[in-house]
Structure formats: C-alpha cells, structure tokens
C-alpha cells in the first residue's frame, strides 16, 4: 500500500512541477507583450478546473486532483493579467461560455452530482476553448504554444495520479489533453502555414 501511495504521489508531483514550467513561459509572455490572453477563456477555465476538482475529489480522484487546483490558482493569475494585458476581442458568443461555465459550477454546489458535472465541465471545456482557439487561428503568433503542450503532459502525469478510476474522475482530465493537443497542433501548423506565404 504505501509503494502504491509513494507511485501515485510521485505522479502527482511530477505533474505539478510540469504545471508551474507550463505557465512560467506564458506569464513571461504576457508580460512582455508576445501573447495576449482571451480573458473569458481564463476565467471560465478556473472556474471548471475549480468545479472539476471539487467533484472529482469528492468521487475520491486522490492526488489526481492536484493539477486541478494548482491549475484553478494559475488561471486565475492569468485572468487578472488578462484583464490589463489580453485581448478586447470579446463575443457574445464568449459571453455565452462564461455563463455556462458560471452555471455548472452552481449547478454542482447545490445537487452534488458529480458526474453529471463533471460531465457538464468537460463539454462547457470544450466550448470555452473555443474563444481562445479562434484567437489562436486567427493570430496563431498570440499564444505561447508550450503552455497546451505542457499542459496535455501535466494531465496525462495526473490520470497516472489518481487513487481511483471512473467515468467522473478521467473523463475532465482527459478532455484537457484532447482539447491542449489539438490547440497545440493547430498553432503549430497555423505558424508554419503563415510561414510560407
């Protein structure tokens, strides 16, 4: 049990210090300019992270919710940052995200139903991403691309984490390394065809 305990810490902990390097290049970033952060994105991220965490460890998720809370804390810092150095390129479509995600995070606080909410966090996730990823299209060069690289690892580190396995306590987590890949992938390529013309 304690081996057990000891793999499962050092997941976590791996994972943690793959979430701090994650953000490290993207608040430098922002700070000198290079990337402009979609603050509704922000926000609607630290409120799902923090929504996610809280119904994931109460459907005993362990250590695995430790990128969850680390990541609630460093959105948040990005969304403070974001409402002086990010974009003023706001839809009301991304209005519509923040609401949902606003929504569910109530939505669990008062009928403690963890799968549906994490379930509700997962596809408001997907959703939220969208701001940033047409951000990210249409100025691929505005975001810091290692921050979803690192943040796809940080997740993955985590699913090795968890005390238990369920449909409540992998599915946020594995929506977040589908959704950062594909973000990655798609600035990655966004560059190099911009690139060439």
């Given at each position: ?20 390097f ?21 926000l ?8 996610g ?15 969850l ?21 706001i ?10 995600a ?16 994490v ?5 408001i ?7 940033t ?22 997740d ?42």
């Open positions: 049990m304690a081996l057990s305990l000891n793999f499962l810490t050092v997941f976590a902990l791996l994972s943690a210090v793959v979430g701090l994650t953000f490290a290049p993207y608040i430098r970033d922002i700070f000198s300019l290079k990337t402009t952060p979609h603050s509704y994105s922000w609607i991220w630290a409120t799902l992270q923090i929504t965490a809280i119904a994931m460890f109460n459907s005993n998720a362990g250590w695995g919710i430790t990128p809370v680390l990541g609630a804390a460093l959105c948040v810092s990005v969304f403070l940052l974001s409402l002086k150095y990010g974009t003023k390129n839809t009301r479509f991304d209005a519509i995200c923040l609401a949902s606003l929504a569910v995070f109530c939505f669990y606080l008062v009928t403690k139903e963890a799968l549906v909410s379930i509700l966090v997962s596809v996730d997907v959703i939220g991403f969208l701001p990823f047409r951000k990210a299209y249409e100025e691929p060069y505005s975001e810091t691309v290692s921050t979803y690289v690192l943040s796809a690892v940080a993955g580190l985590a699913l090795g984490a968890l005390s238990s396995f369920s449909l409540t306590t992998t599915l946020y987590l594995f929506t977040l390394i589908v959704v950062d890949s594909a973000c990655s992938i798609m600035i990655l390529r966004r560059r190099h065809k911009l690139r060439r013309v």
